[in-house]
């Protein structure tokens, strides 16, 4: 079982950056495909990005350009960088994996082999 630990969200204006960090524990991500959500108020968890085990990236197209997934397999970490913030951007981020890369890139929040807590990313205007 995979356990997942976000880090990095936080309160920034628009235009602005912020790192996110997943960090991994109970097993390795190795045979994971990895993703980020994130839920806004009053909606549903969102698809952002994905990364798979050969590193091919997947983006929401409202993102792409501007935000970044990548991993590390060697400390088991997960990131998403994202750029050119913008208000709306602005939810509860989560970390997600699934052994199965076409889960992380179009099936639900729920149905992800592994879920993290999350954190909040505020992005004022």
């Known amino acids: 079982q995979v356990q997942l630990v976000e880090s990095g969200g936080g309160f920034v204006q628009a235009g602005g950056s912020l790192r996110l960090s997943c960090a991994a524990s109970?097993?390795?991500?190795?045979?994971?495909?990895m993703g980020w959500f994130r839920q806004t108020p009053g909606k549903e968890h969102d698809f952002v990005a994905a990364i798979g085990t050969d590193s091919t990236t997947y983006y929401e197209d409202d993102v792409e350009g501007r935000f970044t997934i990548s991993r590390d397999m060697s400390k088991n970490m997960v990131y998403l960088q994202m750029n050119s913030l913008k208000p709306e951007d602005t939810g509860v981020y989560y970390c997600v994996g699934d052994e199965r890369l076409r889960v992380v890139r179009f099936a639900t929040f729920n149905s992800m082999g592994a879920r993290g807590q999350g954190t909040q990313v505020t992005v004022s205007s």
């Open positions: 109970g097993r390795t991500l190795s045979t994971y495909a």
